[in-house]
């Protein structure tokens, strides 16, 4: 887990093309300037690219086109699973954690839905290599009931990644004799999640929220000022995409 996740941070944005830009400006100081000139241009336009809003937003927003907003809840769905996205320390509200902004926005769409359609909610999410006291799941169930007023009928607690909160929730439901649910996630985050609910053994229904702002492309000069926004946008969508990439070969080395 540790050596896939600094390879990660190695590659993609931003420190990928930091250190390609770093390469070839230590080439060119060692004289060996053709190579050092072709690293840095390469680098350089790799950072501009990962970084400004009129390309990372066209490419994030093609990437979640593959999964639109939900239009209705299909008669069939059986329950509403929602993956975690992440806690972090709450010193406002005394001595404990609290979710994300990123996990806000997936609870909040959750108890949304299950307001209209009735249907049971699960939270998926564990604690993370660092010990936290409270899981994801324990967190979302939170505010669930103390800001929504619902409750959440099964909490998955063990799981540490998009993988495992497929192999969880699928544990906790098939038993029940339920597999068609409706995912709540990040738009970009949805086509790895919908690959490894299915392949869990899930039937899931797309649910996606927190879609990227297209605005910036059509904001004329400023859609191509490199922006801080743009570059966390390209680097979630990258680990995205490497990630399907990764459980597909994972899946197909065991055979499955």
């Given at each position: 887990?540790?050596s896939?996740?600094?390879?990660?941070?190695?590659?993609?944005p931003?420190?990928?093309?930091?250190?390609?830009?770093g390469?070839?400006?230590l080439l060119w100081?060692?004289?060996?300037?053709?190579?050092?000139m072709?690293?840095?241009?390469t680098?350089?336009?790799?950072?501009?690219a990962?970084?400004?809003p009129?390309?990372?937003?066209?490419?994030?927003?093609?990437?979640?086109?593959?999964?639109?907003?939900?239009?209705?809840?299909?008669?069939?769905?059986?329950a509403?699973?929602?993956?975690?996205?992440?806690?972090?320390?709450a010193p406002?509200?005394?001595?404990?954690?609290?979710?994300t902004?990123?996990t806000?926005?997936?609870?909040?769409?959750?108890?949304?839905?299950?307001r209209?359609?009735h249907?049971?909610i699960l939270?998926?999410?564990?604690?993370?290599w660092?010990?936290?006291?409270?899981?994801?799941?324990?967190?979302?169930?939170?505010?669930?009931?103390?800001?929504?007023?619902l409750a959440?009928?099964?909490?998955?607690?063990r799981?540490?990644?998009?993988?495992?909160?497929?192999?969880?929730?699928?544990?906790?439901?098939?038993?029940?004799?339920?597999?068609?649910?409706l995912?709540?996630?990040?738009?970009?985050?949805?086509?790895?999640?919908?690959?490894?609910?299915?392949h869990?053994?899930?039937?899931?229904?797309?649910?996606?929220?927190?879609?990227?702002?297209?605005?910036?492309?059509?904001?004329?000069?400023l859609?191509w000022?490199?922006?801080?926004?743009?570059?966390?946008?390209?680097?979630?969508?990258?680990?995205?995409?490497?990630?399907?990439?990764?459980?597909r070969?994972?899946?197909?080395r065991?055979?499955?």
């Amino acid at each position: 887990m540790w050596s896939r996740t600094l390879l990660e941070l190695l590659f993609l944005p931003p420190a990928g093309p930091l250190l390609l830009l770093g390469a070839g400006l230590l080439l060119w100081a060692m004289h060996r300037r053709h190579a050092g000139m072709a690293l840095t241009a390469t680098g350089f336009a790799l950072v501009y690219a990962c970084s400004t809003p009129a390309i990372v937003y066209p490419l994030a927003s093609a990437w979640e086109a593959r999964n639109p907003p939900l239009q209705a809840v299909p008669a069939s769905a059986q329950a509403i699973v929602v993956i975690g996205g992440g806690s972090r320390p709450a010193p406002a509200y005394g001595d404990g954690d609290t979710v994300t902004l990123l996990t806000l926005q997936r609870v909040r769409y959750a108890a949304w839905l299950a307001r209209r359609s009735h249907l049971p909610i699960l939270v998926s999410g564990g604690r993370d290599w660092f010990g936290e006291r409270y899981s994801e799941a324990q967190l979302m169930a939170q505010v669930l009931s103390d800001e929504f007023h619902l409750a959440a009928h099964w909490e998955d607690t063990r799981s540490r990644s998009t993988w495992g909160n497929a192999r969880e929730s699928a544990k906790i439901l098939k038993p029940l004799g339920i597999t068609r649910v409706l995912l709540v996630t990040q738009a970009w985050h949805m086509p790895r999640a919908l690959w490894a609910f299915r392949h869990a053994g899930l039937d899931p229904v797309p649910a996606p929220v927190g879609f990227v702002n297209r605005g910036w492309a059509q904001r004329g000069i400023l859609g191509w000022i490199p922006q801080t926004r743009a570059l966390t946008t390209m680097a979630e969508v990258m680990h995205e995409v490497v990630g399907l990439f990764w459980y597909r070969l994972r899946a197909w080395r065991a055979g499955g």
